[in-house]
């Protein structure tokens, strides 16, 4: 696919934009802007764009099941936001309050527990953690160690596979996944991308038939990579740094796609910034809901 068949969706104008979810039940396409702490939500029928601050960095958040608010993974741990009362609060700090650390990517698995990643802010080169919160909206558990920069968590349509990318050793993990236990094991080098591609992997998704779609951070790509890691698609971007692709429409099969023009030149890459979109030949999923209503 050219890049002439990517289009600019919507002028976002974020610095580092993440953390997108297409709500059909609403029309409203959620995103956030990393270091600006700013909740953007997006009426896709009338394109009226609501602006809110958080006061805090959000690096993914997912819907409450009733759609009431917004499970943040944020700097301290994981907060919620009220989408009626437009209120953050807090509700686990598994690694304590102002320690230099934030979340960054993460999502709901099939049972509504919501896992993310903590990234040193100042330093992705140091190991950090991916966390699971409960659905009881206050237990946060260590699952996963030794991951700088945690980056598209996803699983397999059969829930038997658990997916993380570490953007800092430019490696995609994967592990056996127990769906009811939330319990991974055996993890494996998935692929290292640092061998094949430019840039990082950065956010990514996946299709009904396993595939990955994974944004490259510096790389201007999007790569479709088969469930035994052949590449079998890129899709150059108009952007150097794309960040996360969020399925869309009313089938499914088109992708919205977020991204940043910090340390960007413009000039070069006047797109960046911008949600971008694409129709594929291929069918996602809406983004899990956190199960429980904090």
């Known amino acids: 696919m050219a890049s002439s068949e990517v289009q600019t969706f919507y002028d976002a104008g974020t610095e580092v934009g993440k953390a997108g979810i297409w709500d059909?039940?609403?029309?409203?396409?959620?995103?956030?802007?990393?270091?600006k702490m700013i909740l953007h939500v997006l009426h896709?029928?009338?394109?009226?764009?609501?602006?809110y601050n958080v006061g805090t960095m959000v690096g993914a958040m997912a819907l409450s099941k009733n759609g009431k608010g917004l499970v943040m993974a944020v700097e301290d741990g994981f907060g919620f936001w009220d989408l009626k009362e437009h209120k953050f609060r807090l509700l686990a700090s598994p690694y304590g309050v102002n320690t230099g650390w934030r979340m960054n990517d993460g999502a709901c698995d099939s049972k509504g527990r919501f896992w993310a990643g903590r990234l040193f802010k100042t330093d992705e080169t140091k190991p950090g953690e991916v966390y699971r919160l409960e659905t009881?909206?206050?237990?946060?558990?260590?699952?996963?160690?030794?991951?700088?920069?945690?980056n598209g968590v996803l699983w397999s349509p059969d829930n038997k596979r658990l997916y993380i990318s570490d953007?800092?050793?430019?490696?995609?993990?994967?592990?056996?996944?127990?769906?009811?236990?939330?319990?991974p094991t055996n993890r494996r080098?998935?692929?290292?991308?640092?061998?094949?591609?430019?840039?990082?992997?950065?956010?990514?998704?996946?299709?009904?038939e396993g595939y990955l779609w994974v944004c490259f951070f510096d790389g201007n790509k999007l790569v479709r990579f088969t469930p035994e890691a052949?590449?079998?698609q890129i899709i150059v971007l108009p952007v150097k740094r794309p960040t996360q692709p969020v399925w869309y429409g009313e089938s499914l099969d088109e992708l919205l796609v977020t991204t940043?023009?910090?340390?960007?030149?413009?000039?070069?890459?006047?797109q960046s910034g911008d949600v971008l979109w694409l129709q594929t030949d291929a069918k996602?999923?809406?983004?899990?809901?956190?199960?429980f209503d904090a």
């Open 189 to 208: 080098v998935f692929l290292d991308t640092g061998e094949e591609f430019e840039g990082k992997p950065d956010g990514a998704n996946i299709d009904s």
């Open 167 to 183: 953007s800092t050793v430019k490696k995609i993990f994967l592990w056996d996944f127990d769906e009811e236990s939330g319990t």
């Open 136 to 150: 009881d909206g206050v237990t946060a558990k260590l699952m996963i160690e030794d991951i700088c920069c945690t």
């Open 284 to 291: 996602g999923h809406l983004r899990a809901k956190y199960q």
């Open 44 to 51: 896709v029928p009338t394109l009226k764009r609501t602006d």
């Open 24 to 35: 059909p039940e609403t029309g409203n396409y959620y995103y956030v802007d990393i270091l």
């Open 230 to 232: 052949k590449v079998d």
């Open 260 to 270: 940043a023009y910090l340390h960007v030149d413009k000039n070069e890459f006047p």
